[in-house]
């Protein structure tokens, strides 16, 4: 566990990054699904999912992966791709059970009034959407070494140095 003073939170449009990532994962599970249920004629015919099928692979299948990821892993890979994880607001641990899957459904009262609770993330200082504050959550991530500021100050430096010398 990183000291809280080397962590950052994760804006909008890494998070967007990684739930790309989860949703192309997502995708490659579940097409072949689909194929082995409906056949390659009915999908390209637009035939789509009703009755139980349906709610498997759209809400219980990709529910159960990623509050499997957060439980496990306090991340999806996608979260994982960018050195991001979840973890409680408060105290800095990982979320109990009961948080990750108020999260999840968050998601839901997140997105309803035009996404304006993902977006949130982006406008919010400890880039908080809406499903993580009705969790009580944070992403963060180590925050990154700012390797090349130093070189260039260096750079600049010697240039200055030696327009002066002239």
Same mark, same amino acid.
Do not use: C, E
């Given at each position: 566990m990183n000291d809280a003073s080397e962590l950052e939170y994760v804006g909008f449009w890494a998070r967007a990054w990684a739930s790309l990532i989860d949703s192309v994962l997502l995708l490659a599970v579940i097409l072949p699904l689909l194929f082995a249920i409906y056949g390659r004629e009915n999908l390209a015919e637009g035939v789509t999912l009703s009755?139980? =099928?349906?709610?498997?692979?759209?809400?219980?299948? @990709?529910?159960?992966? &990623? !509050? =499997?990821?957060?439980?496990?892993?306090?991340?999806? @890979?996608?979260?994982? &791709? !960018?050195?991001?994880?979840?973890?409680?607001?408060?105290?800095?641990?990982?979320?109990?059970?009961?948080?990750?899957?108020?999260?999840?459904?968050g998601y839901f009262v997140a997105t309803i009034p035009f996404c304006l609770g993902l977006i949130w993330v982006g406008l919010d200082k400890r880039k908080q959407g809406w499903h993580d504050k009705l969790a009580g959550t944070v992403v963060v991530r180590p925050k990154k070494k700012r390797h090349g500021s130093g070189a260039l100050r260096m750079i600049f430096k010697r240039m200055c140095v030696s327009c002066r010398q002239q």
């Open positions: 009755g139980p =099928a349906n709610f498997l692979l759209s809400y219980l299948l @990709p529910a159960v992966a &990623v !509050i =499997a990821f957060w439980s496990t892993k306090h991340a999806t @890979p996608g979260k994982m &791709v !960018i050195g991001a994880r979840i973890v409680d607001a408060k105290t800095g641990q990982p979320p109990s059970f009961g948080q990750h899957l108020i999260r999840y459904l």
